[in-house]
């Protein structure tokens, strides 16, 4: 049992950890990613706008390129930084002639790739958006002049810019921070690991004495339990039976049932396949034992008991432990079903699994079957009959060393018990 809960404990601080260190990453480049866009956005309307002007304007030095104006230099601009970037613009008419193109400033694509993009661009409906490590914008702008004889531009501007610095940046520091974060993870899993060895350390010695205690104590009981019943057998004998040699015959009978339960729990804590090797066992013959077994008493307690048990089924278990799992269910049954109400089993084959089902009529509706499998859990109800409250318990441990499934449910005053192989 400690190692379960230290491999639970295990597991569910690595998922932890990796939830929040997978949503930190993710934000940090996400952040970083919406940063580096912004980025490129900024660079690109800032080149397409200050193109626009050193073209458009009269004093532009780009100005008599095209339109026959100008044809001075025009200081540099406030936070014109397009000397560092890469990239190109090209100046269309309405009608898509070209009427001015520059690719001095990239030289991570040709001049004619370059143009036949830009005409891609221009004959497209998008206003902007990428080509490859190429963002780019498209605008139509209209350039008016004033005079004795004013004239009107309509033309398209398309501006290209070369991201793929800024991508390589980001594809870098999200390869650095997987790295990091997974060598990271890889020092923190190994500390924990180390660590619930020593965190874990005195509850399995405490765990271990307790254990001990309990099949000591077991074993111990045996004697004076087998003792008490011979003393009372010759006491019948002498003077025959009464209420107070009854009552002690069944005291005994309950006491030896609760030692021999705890001393088979305490094996099955262990989770080990040495003490109960699996070998390939008949489902159906320990089924129809059990109902052999458990009909008379059925019958004689006025339960209406049904069964059907399909031929030939065959599972990989240990044959004691299915046969008290076989009983612990039937007598459950005949403990806590509704008096004069319909107990069944059904084992059946549901398409490659083997499904066991116990049914039976309940009369108490206070049982709660999230903790039905814990140890001496007993309802309010159930608490006045008799039993340990660790039959359930046992059932449960021998099912998880099976690798089988087993679940409860309420539905109509029936209590619903499955086991799956």
């Known amino acids: 049992m400690i190692k379960k809960l230290r491999l639970r404990f295990i597991i569910s601080a690595l998922l932890s950890i990796l939830f929040v260190l997978s949503a930190t990453i993710v934000a940090i480049n996400v952040s970083n990613y919406i940063k580096t866009e912004n ?106 002049t004033s005079g004795p004889m004013p004239f009107e531009y309509k033309y398209v501007f398309v501006t290209f810019v070369d991201i793929s610095e800024r991508m390589n940046s980001f594809d870098e520091f999200l390869m650095n921070s997987v790295i990091i974060s997974s060598v990271s993870y890889a020092v923190i899993a190994a500390l924990i690991i180390i660590s619930s060895h020593f965190v874990f350390k005195t509850s399995e010695e405490s765990y271990k004495k307790q254990k001990a205690f309990i099949t000591n ?49 305490s094996k099955l804590d262990e989770n080990s396949l040495d003490n109960y090797p699996l070998t390939n066992i008949s489902l159906t013959e320990l089924a129809k034992e059990s109902v052999n077994a458990f009909s008379p008493t059925f019958e004689k307690n006025g339960f209406n008991f049904s069964s059907d048990i399909a031929e030939d089924l065959v599972v990989k278990g240990n044959r004691y432990l299915i046969n008290e799992l076989f009983y612990i269910f039937m007598d459950n049954a005949l403990k806590y079903a509704k008096p004069k109400g319909d107990i069944s089993l059904s084992v059946k084959k549901n398409k490659n699994k083997v499904e066991i089902n116990f049914v039976n009529d309940i009369e108490d509706e206070e049982v709660d079957i999230n903790q039905l499998f814990e140890r001496f859990y007993r309802s309010p109800h159930s608490s006045k009959k008799e039993g340990s409250g660790i039959g359930l318990s046992i059932a449960k441990e021998i099912v998880d060393l ?20």
């Open 39 to 144: 980025e490129s956005t900024r660079i690109l309307n800032m080149i397409a706008e200050n193109e626009q002007k050193d073209i458009t304007d009269p004093g532009g030095s780009g100005g008599g390129t095209w339109g026959g104006y100008g044809g001075g230099n025009r200081p540099p601009r406030e936070n014109d930084n397009r000397n560092r970037e890469h990239y190109f613009i090209v100046l269309f008419s309405t009608e898509g002639d070209i009427l001015y193109s520059n690719y001095s400033h990239i030289f991570t694509i040709e001049d004619e790739a370059a143009q036949n993009l830009a005409i891609e661009v221009f004959q497209g409906k998008e206003t902007q958006g990428k080509r490859g490590n190429l963002r780019y914008k498209k605008e139509d702008v209209t350039y008016s």
């Open 217 to 265: 104590a077991s074993h111990e009981l045996k004697t004076p339990l087998t003792i008490i019943n011979t003393d009372i057998e010759i006491l019948k004998m002498d003077h025959g039976d009464n209420e107070w040699t009854d009552s002690i015959t069944d005291q005994v009978r309950r006491l030896t049932n609760m030692t021999n339960q705890l001393v088979t729990l």
């Open 402 to 421: 099976h690798k089988a499934k087993i679940s409860v449910s309420i539905k109509n005053q029936k209590i619903y018990f499955t086991i799956v192989f």
